[in-house]
């Protein structure tokens, strides 16, 4: 979960697009 929030970060500053990161973020959480 940690990563993945960290990885989401990461994303948000290359290209700021909420859903998308939001999206992303569930998905590496069901995961974990």
Do not use: G, N, V, W
């Not at 979960?1 to 069901?30: G, H, V």
């Amino acid at each position: 979960a940690e990563f993945a929030l960290m990885y989401s970060m990461l994303k948000y500053e290359e290209d700021y697009d909420p859903q998308r990161i939001f999206l992303q973020f569930e998905k590496e959480r069901i995961l974990t």
